[in-house]
């Protein structure tokens, strides 16, 4: 069997010694010490009754905390559901209670939060904190610490549920991609060999987490990258000259960051002040880079950048490797930077027509991924799941071409997601909060360009008769009610939404004034 517990049993029989992560909550821990201390927190919530099936939420700050509990629920057959950090209370609320969280485990940095939905978490049964001295929670490491540090005893199987990587939904709620402990141990491996493919993460490799543990780009790149035995060094908040002074400090010689970081990083008063001369490999995904900003990267840093497609539903899908990422000659090399590279080793991608048919070179299609990453379904959605998996594939959104070499470019989405910043928004989620405003009658979201952020949000807003209000009182109310990256940034106020003939937005139509002359409507 193909269980991810036994990949853990593998990785740290042969790296035991190995420094795992280095954070500002720990100055070292090793795989030996990471595992023990699992075993003991599985034994320990067995004891309060937390059982193989049960899931444990969390809301944690970027620490060793994070894959801490990635590494228990494997060991004892639980459920690990990731709580996005930036959401407000209300929106964590629904995931806990969506996810039926038998326990839930919280960092002090948000239990001002969860003390505002306490009451209405209906399934929660142990409120466990991370850090010392947070009263009405218990200690992790009280937990860690009363529990032996032996494997435990769990009869595990290849379909049982590991993780739960809750994403926007179109419906406005947000979806839980169900991975098991077969396809994580797939994200692990398979996203290595792929990763090596291209000659990355091979000998001591030092990797810095800069994106939150709640995102893929965060959990998802520490799967795999703690599989090759490397060091990771966590930042607890991205910061353009933190991350630079601790590449210096920690020898850093492999990264992954989403395009507006690297914007960020070459506009810092602080570029040049510190040695980065150990870097390897930049990484970067989550949202397109804009050909220049590559350019810019490239002349400051060198031909070290690769980027990676991927999605909370289908892990790995391409890689742009560094030899592909031509500033100047041949056009068609140079072209390859406005794509997303080729399929990853073990993945297949198909572009496809409605029918899913697959198209020409050249030809619009819809980007399908096929492989043992992707995941299983969404946690109780049975209509949504059957909408984006078909015949063994993943539908993902994305309408792209594959040119003649096999490169990949997304030219624009077949739904309606924004990307800031790295950051999924679903236009509807934003268009329920607004509606909740007493001015508002209607209202059209979507995403417009941003030279910051990619994308940023924008409404178009149609006000009751006789009402009133000021575009920086729409975004105070918004903030209200969502997550900060999610408020629109533009507000327009117009007489009326175009619609089709069924009575749906064209947000399309809403974006395509913004989008014109650019190159990728993306």
Known sequence: MNLYRDFLSRLVDQYRDNTAIICKKQPGITFGE???????????????????????????????????MFWTA??????????????????????IN???????????????????????????????????????????EDIIASSPANEIECDLREDDLLWLQYTSGTTGFPKGAMYTQRSVAACA????????????????????????????????????????????????RFDAGEMMALIEKHRITDVHIVPAMLNMILSSPDFG?????????????????????????IRKLGPIFMQSYGGSE???????????????????????LESCGKPAKGVEVKIVDASGKEVAAGEVGEITIKSPMVMNGYWK????????????????????????????????????????????????????????HPAISEVGVFGIPDDQWGETVCAHIVL??????????????????????????????VSALPRTPSGKVLRRQLREPYWQGQDRKV
């Not at 040695?275 to 050909?291: D, H, R």
Request: charged share 25%; net charge neutral.
């Open 189 to 236: 491996q398979m996203g290595l060999e792929a990763l090596r493919a291209y000659g990355k993460f091979h000998g001591e490799t030092r990797f810095l987490q800069v994106a939150p543990s709640y995102a893929l780009s965060g959990s998802g790149w520490d799967l795999m990258i703690q599989t090759s035995g490397a060091s990771v060094i966590i930042m607890d």
């Open 34 to 68: 990471l595992n023990a201390a699992c075993n003991a927190l599985a034994a320990g919530l067995n004891r309060l009754g937390i059982s193989r099936g049960d899931t444990i939420a969390v809301c944690l700050g970027n620490s060793y905390h994070t894959r801490q």
């Open 381 to 436: 959605m049975p209509q949504e799941t059957a909408e984006v998996l078909k015949d063994g594939r993943y539908y993902t959104g994305d309408l792209g071409t594959r040119d003649p070499e096999g490169f990949i470019y997304i030219k624009d989405r077949s739904k309606d997601l924004i990307i800031s910043g790295g950051f999924n928004v679903y236009p509807t989620e934003v268009e329920n909060a607004l509606t909740k």
């Open 464 to 493: 009751n008769h006789g009402e009133s209000a000021e575009a920086e009182e729409i975004i105070d109310f918004a903030g209200n009610h969502l997550a900060r990256y999610k408020k629109p940034r533009r507000i327009e106020f």
């Open 98 to 140: 969506d996810s039926e969280a038998a326990c839930l485990i919280v960092s002090r940095e948000f239990q001002q939060k969860i003390e505002e939905i306490r009451d209405e978490l209906k399934t929660v049964r142990h409120f466990i904190g991370a850090d010392p001295g947070m009263p009405g929670f218990l200690n992790l």
């Open 74 to 95: 494997a060991k004892g057959g639980f459920v690990v559901a990731l709580i996005n950090t930036r959401l407000n209370p209300r929106e964590a609320a629904y995931i």
């Open 273 to 297: 002040r510190y040695e980065l001369g150990s870097l390897k490999c930049i990484t970067y995904g989550a949202s397109p880079m804009p050909p220049e900003l590559m350019r810019r990267g």
């Open 314 to 336: 289908f892990g790995l899908g391409c890689l742009l490797g560094a030899r592909d990422h031509v500033l100047e000659g041949e056009p068609e090399k140079v072209r390859r």
